[in-house]
Every structure is written in structure tokens, then in C-alpha cells.
């Protein structure tokens, strides 16, 4: 109820804790009602200064200038009611007004003009320097496009006041100037102290972010771009104060080829079409969607649905044809105040850029590919070009053969045109009746990468009958014997099901009914029962190997080291010995590389070397070398085993130049990708993995492999945070969260990967979200026969928690994290729990939380004591001296100084009896105590006497920059004193 001032004054303060948006807005404005009741011209002030902050932070800047007038108004009447802080956030007001001002239409020319005059005279008699004065000037003559260089060097040329925008959004602004004259390279030189982290704010480094994004692409520097996109939206996502920023990256995504991306931006934002309190945010928000929707349109995708303004259904079409009349409507207002055409000047500009890569750039992020254009776009009854159907066939069939990469693509061509509207089947002897080629066409489905099992046997069954009724008994029986072994299920899913699936039984029996079968089709002459034949004992030759090698205990990373594989070998030798004999390299090879890759997992890695390299004999000598990718791929994880890193890199690239040379797509070159990745990660080349982490991801997605993409944003994540990239890593890991594929990864690295996030949150001090994803982790650890991981992830949450000021689920955390270190103990985990909380609870809730503190610090001595009894090892050296470490540092926050020094005195004892391990511990105790001595006790002479004695100490055991350190706080104290 606020039914009285304290309650309003309460409430006002909780508001101020909230994040900005419609919520706080909301509740601003009934604050402002509850405060009118009241005869309080402070509690008014204050209410209204508070509802303006709203309206600005929520892109409602057409009711700020009501709202201020109210403020300057109450100010005459009762000036006494305003403070120092309520003055200088009312002068402070006066630029939110003009910027208001601007950024409507409706407001005429020289009402802006007259308001600017009202800015400079109160500043003038309130003794305010006039630099923010000229800075209004500039912004609103950028917007009309009228003397701009006069009023840019008016404005940058001045000296800064204490009324001057923050130093980053100055920077901001004049790096953006730099931009509109087409100095890109001025504008980025400018820019990079705000992201080099010299200068920020609450909204630096992420709007200029978004704003350097076409600068940095136009600069060539691509990496910096993704980066920065990742980083930025991640900020500006759901903001409706991000509106303009959001429309740029929409044009990112569009002059990218990230159109998929787009369209989740747009999902995510689509309350924005709802807003119109900002109408020049609202234009660039509305000029970059369209920027989006115009290259989905041209690419044949107009009928796709997306996202647009609430309560209605749109296509791409439908939504752009709106923005385009909405937005040239609009930029024409505010061309009609301003007396120019400089706003649907850039507005034309900003439209007719068109995409500047051939191939999209790969962002670290899902790229889901939206729906193909209708079939209808190409001509029905043949191809574009000279070839016929015919044609395209016969030398799909003469590819295939060959296992060349372009097969797929020439297969999905025909599929397009053979299964349009108007499709009429040649009558061709050699092409063969329709049926014939719709059960090809079903075998090349199934042969694509990425497929679940059941989408692979749906399509082996289908070709297989339709082999059948065209009498291609062979065939058929290759697709059935394909089906037959088809990758095992997950135990997961197989215990949901009792344990009956396909793979319950042994298809042995069937597979050599098969073969005889072939083989007397052979025999009579079939047509392609040659190749029925090499399919029936490949498969038999991968049933072997799943005898030899189960997919779960590689899934589990079982030891398969020395595992018989007297089966595997019999059934690849039969396979080549038939690859031979019909001359068939491709299928030799591909016999090879199998065994090679069962020698692998067995660790007969020098058996499974030779493999490879008879396999590249063989292709070199048949003359397919698009069959090289695979090899070198080998042939750099051997060297990469050998830790041969040079080698590892030369043999990855010559994989990956051979896949770009012959049009290969598929999932081996993704994988090949993933090689080079860690052959940067051992040598410590942290951007160049990331890179190519995330071409692999790119790669995997187009080959329909989302569970191996998902793996590789993974291992980029932790790439990412592993340099310091934290934003760019928690963008990229959020998003792995909630790929399809991350539910097909095992339990583990589903674990690591939000294991990863979690501590990535953790140091973006988002610590309520860590939270979340240690208790996730936690949740998943809770079973493993490794407690230890249960153990340490709960510590983590119980953390985290209480950093988020979740003090009930805090302690519930902790209770949880103790009862599983007494289960499965982890005592260094444990230990460095409650130490953390210790802190945390001191620093954060004070002197009132001192036995909560203190209670932390006993379980930790516990702790400690319990470890000793049990022989179980601690990770520091000496518990002891971190304990009473940490004891002196919790009191200092509980305000008990006096007896936070005479803990840093056993500490330093303590670390001290450690001898040489302890030394840097003990010099950053000795710092401590010295800070306490000199900051929190005013006996500087003897901190300074301790400091005199460490400083000659550590040069004397060989600690220089311990030294400077303590000689820095030396001087710190001696200048105070």
C-alpha cells in the first residue's frame, strides 16, 4: 500500500533496482500518482525525475518533455525541494529533452531551435560550460544534413564539461560522423579506445558496436565484426532502447548472408513493431528489417512467414511491402521538418547496399536455412541450361559410381525438377522408367549426412520397394541390407523401450541371405548387382565393427585398446577382395579408411597408418583424388597423436583445398575443419581455433550434422572464454543450449558445455544466470559415479547464488554441495565454497551478517580438519594461512578491523612456515595487513615499517614484482600519510 511517504519513498527505491523497460515504466508512473497525494514537493520531485529516467530508457522520449516541464515547473515553486543530486539530474535533463525533441517529426523546426536556446541560456546562468549546448547543435544538424562540418567542429573541438555526455558516447558520436563522410578508417581509429575498454558506460561498447558493424566489414576485418555482433545484439536483444542498434544488425545479417539469423533477430524483437514513442529509432529499426526482408525476397523466399507486428500473420512479402510504406512515409516527415532530404537520403543509401560476401560468413551460431524457394521458380520440364533430364541422370549415375562430391548436389537438382508441378519423364531407354529414378532418388536421401535413423530406414524402405517393381532386385537388396544396420540406438532410448529395437537383433542370418541372393543375381547377369554386392558387404563389414567396437563404449570412452577385431578384418578383407576384383577404387578405399578407423579406436595407430596410406596409393593411382579429403584428415590426426603439429596443419589444409577443389560439402571436410581447430588449439592458437571452430560449425550445418555442429560451438565457447572473450563465448554457448543438436550430444558434453557458460556468466557477473546453469549441471552430475563433479558444480551454484543475492536459495545450495562433499568428497570444492561465501556475505549484507560470515568460515576449518582425519588432499598448500586470510579479509567487511589485522599476523605465520611455496601468499597477506593498518586503523607509520621490511624481504628471495607491488602501496601510503 502507498499510503504514506515512507511507503513511497520505499517503493521508489525498489524501482530503482529494477531493469529498465515497460514493467519499471509502469510502475514510475503510479509512483508519480502515489506521490501526489502527499503535500511533499521532494517526494514529488524525486517520483517525477524518476519517471523521466523511465521514459528515456524506455523508448518513450514523445513524453519526456510533458514530464519536464512538470520538474522545472515544481522546481520555481519549490526550489528548497530539490538537492544537489535532483538539481544536477534536472539540468542534466534538459539534453534528454532535446534529443526528444529531435527524434519526432511533429515537432516542428524552430521549436527544436527554441529549445536548444532555452538549453544554452540555463546553462550559461547556472554557470555551466556550453560544450553540451554545441553538442545538440551537431546531432541535430547531422539529422537535417545542414552545415554539419561547422557544427561538428564547434562541438569536438571544445573542451569537455562536467554536463557533457559520457566519453564513450561522445566517442560514439564523432566516430559516427567519420562513417557518414565515408572515413571508415578514421571512425574505427577513433572507436577504439571504447573498445579496447578505456572508456564505457552503462550502453558502451555495446551500441558502438553496432554501429562499427558495415565499417569493420567494409575494413576487411571480419573477425572483428562477428565478434562484435555476437557481443552487441546479445546486449541489445529485447531492449526496446536498442531499437536502431537492433535494425543494425538486421542489415549485418543481410549484408551477410545471415538472413536465417535475421529472422531470430526479428522473432526476438517483435514487440518493437509495437513501439512508437522513439520515431527515428523506429525508422532505423524499420530500415534495417527491411534491409533483411528485401534480400529474402530477391532470393526467392517471399512466402516465408516471419515475424511482424502482433495480431496478424506475415510473409516477407506481405511485412515489406508495410515497411516500405511506413518508412518512406516516415523519413519524408522528418525531410519535411528539417526543409532537406538528408534522413530518406540515408535511408536510400542504407537500401541499396547489397550483400557483401559471395558465401555467408560463418557466425558461431545455427544456421538454419530457411525454406527453400517454391519449385515453381525454375522451369518445370527442364533444367536451366542445356542439359535434359536425361543427361543430368546418366551423369549423376557415372558420378555416383565415381563418389565424387558433386554427386549430391547434381542429385538434389534432379530431385527438384523431378518432383515439380508439370514434371513429365522423358522416354529415354537409358534414363529408365520414373519409378526407377524416384527409387535413386530415395537412395540418395538416405545417403545424405545428418539424417536421424529413422528418416534413413523410411528412405531405404521406400527405394528398395520401388527397385523392386521396376525389377532391380539387386538394388533393392542393397538398400534392405543397408537398413539392416543402421547405427544402434542410444541405451537411453532403449530403456524407455524395454530394450526391443531394431538392433535387439542379430541380423547376421538375413545379411547372408542377402549376399548368397546377390550373388546368384550376379551370376545371372542383373543389372548393378556388382554394386548390390559391394553394398551387401559393406554392410556386413560395418556390422562387424559395431560387433568388434559398440558405438556405446566409444560414446562412454570405454578402453577399447588391444579389443579383437578378428571379425572386422574378415569382413573388410571379403569387401575389398570384391572392391578388387571389380575394379572398384572408390569402395576399396572407403574399405580402407573403415578398417583404418577400427585399428584407431584400438590403438593400433602405426596398423592404421600403413591403411591410410595405401588407401592414398590407391586413389592417386585410380585417379580420384576428391577421395583425398577423408585421407589427409587421417593422416593429421596421426600427426597430431604425434603432437607432428606442422605436419597436422599442412595435411588439414590440403584436405580442405581438395574439398573446395572438387565442390565437397559434406560432413568429412567439416571434420577436417575440426582438425585444424585443435591442431591451433595445442599450439596455442587460440583466434585461429576459434575460426576455424567455427567454420566447422558452419561446414556441419550445411552437411546436416547438427549434433557435430553443435559439438564444435561448444569446443568454440570454451575456445572463446578460454582468451577472455566472455561475451562472445556466452553468446555463442547460449545459443548451442538451444540447438536441436545439443539434445543428441551425450550427457557429458551437455554438461561441459554448460559447465562452460555457466563459469563464462560467472565472469560477466551475470551471476543469477551461472546459477542457473551450475544448478542445470549439477542436476545432470547428480547420478554419475564421479560425485566429485557433482560435488564441485553444486559449490559453484551455491556461489553464484548468493553473488546474485538469492540468499534462501543460496543456503539451500550450500546444504545440497555439503551433504554431496560428504558423499563423494571433494574438499579443495568444498573448501574454497565457503571461504567465497564467507566474502561474499560479509562484503555484500555487512556487519548485520557477521555470525552468517563467521558460521561459513568454522565449516571451512571443518572442513579442513575432516580432509586431515581422512588423509584426503588439499589443493592449497597451506589451509591454514588461507583461512585465517580469508577470516581477516571477511572481517574488514564486517567492520571489525582489529581483529581482521591479528588474523592477516597467523596468516602471515602461516604461509611463512610453508617456506618457498609460500612466499607470494605470504607478501599478499603482508599487503593486506598494511591496508588494513594504514586505511582502516590510521596507523600508516607502522604499515609502512611492515611494507619497508617485505619489500627488502622479497628482493632478497628473488620476488621483484611482488616487490613493486608492495612498493607501489608503499608509496600509496606514504603520500596520505
Known sequence: MLDTIDAVRAALRANDEQPHGRQRTVTAEELVDAAEQFDEPELLAYALLDLMEAYENDAERRKLPVVFARIVTLRKKHPDAFDGWAQRATDWRYKWVAHALRSVPDVPLEAVRRWHGELREHYRTAGHDLQPYYGEQYH???????????????????????????????????????????????????????????????????????????????????????????????WARGRSRAAEEIGLHLEFCALTGNEPRGLEILADNRDLFGQHGDPLARLHFLTGTQQLLARLAATGHGDLPVAGPPGTSWTVDALLAELRTEGDALAARFDERGGTTAVGDARRERLARTPLFAEPLALGLRAATPAPAPAAAAPPAAPAGSESVAELVLRARELHDLRHPEAVALWRRIEALATADGYRHPDDPELGPLDLLRAELAEQRARRDGLPDRELAAHLTEAAELYQQVGRAAQAIGCRALALVLPEPDPATDADTGGESAAAADPTAELDAYEQQVRELVEAEAPRAGDALLTVLHAKAVFAIRQDVPES???????????????????????????????????????????????????????????????????????????????????????????????????????????????????????????????????????????????????????????????????????????????????????VRLEPGFAALDVREQAQIRLDLARTLRELDEHRAAAEEFLHVA?????????????????????????????????????????????????????????????????????????????????????????RREGLELGSGSPDGTLHDTRGRTLVGLGRPEEALAEMELAIAAFGALGPEGHLARAESIRYAALVEGNRLDRTQDALTRLEAAIAWCREIGEPQAAEVLDDLHTHLRRQH
Open 140 to 234: 541535430l544538424a547531422a539529422l537535417t544534413g545542414q552545415d554539419v562540418e561547422q557544427a561538428f567542429d564547434l562541438w569536438a573541438g571544445r573542451r569537455r564539461s562536467s554536463f557533457s555526455d559520457c566519453q564513450a558516447c561522445e566517442l560514439r558520436a564523432q566516430a559516427r560522423h567519420f562513417v557518414r563522410l565515408g572515413d571508415d578508417r578514421r571512425a574505427l581509429g577513433v572507436w577504439q579506445s571504447v573498445f579496447d575498454g578505456r572508456h564505457s558506460c552503462a550502453e558502451e561498447p555495446h551500441v558502438s558496436r553496432a554501429h562499427a558493424l558495415l565499417p569493420l566489414l567494409r575494413s576487411d576485418r571480419v573477425d572483428d565484426a562477428r565478434s562484435f555482433h555476437l557481443t552487441g545484439y546479445r
Open 553 to 735: 563404449q566409444r560414446r562412454f570412452g570405454d578402453d577399447l585398446d588391444g579389443r579383437d577385431l578378428t571379425r572386422t578384418e574378415a569382413a573388410i578383407a571379403r569387401l575389398c577382395e570384391e572392391a578388387v576384383r571389380q575394379d572398384d577404387a572408390p569402395t576399396e578405399v572407403n574399405a580402407h579408411q573403415l578398417l583404418a578407423r577400427a585399428y584407431f579406436l584400438t590403438g593400433r595407430k602405426e596398423a592404421a597408418v600403413e591403411l591410410i596410406e595405401q588407401a592414398e596409393r590407391r586413389i592417386e593411382a585410380a585417379g580420384i583424388p576428391w577421395k583425398l579429403v577423408a585421407v589427409h584428415g587421417w593422416q593429421g590426426e596421426f600427426a597430431l597423436q604425434q603432437e607432428e603439429f606442422g605436419r597436422a596443419e599442412e595435411l588439414a589444409q590440403r584436405g580442405l583445398k581438395v574439398a573446395a577443389q572438387y565442390g565437397d560439402r559434406s560432413a568429412v571436410p567439416a571434420r577436417v575443419q575440426m582438425l585444424l581447430a585443435r591442431v591451433h588449439l595445442a599450439r596455442g592458437e587460440h583466434d585461429s581455433a576459434a575460426r576455424a571452430f567455427t567454420e566447422a560449425a558452419a561446414r556441419f550445418d550445411h552437411a546436416g550434422e547438427a549434433d557435430e555442429a553443435a559439438s564444435a560451438r561448444g569446443r568454440l565457447g570454451q575456445t572463446l572464454a578460454e582468451t577472455g572473450r566472455f561475451a562472445d563465448a556466452a553468446a555463442v554457448l547460449e545459443a
Open 779 to 867: 542436476d545432470l552430475a547428480a547420478g554419475w559415479e564421479d560425485g566429485q563433479v557433482h560435488t564441485a558444480v553444486a559449490c559453484e551454484a551455491a556461489v553464484a547464488l548468493a553473488r546474485a543475492g538469492q540468499w534462501p536459495a543460496a543456503d539451500l545450495a550450500r546444504q545440497r554441495a555439503l551433504d554431496s562433499h560428504r558423499a563423494a568428497p571433494h574438499a579443495d570444492a568444498a573448501f574454497d565454497m565457503l571461504l567465497r561465501l564467507a566474502r561474499v556475505t560479509a562484503d555484500t549484507l555487512g556487519p548485520d551478517a557477521r555470525d552468517e560470515a563467521l558460521a561459513r568460515l568454522d565449516e571451512a576449518a571443518e572442513v579442513v580438519e575432516h580432509a
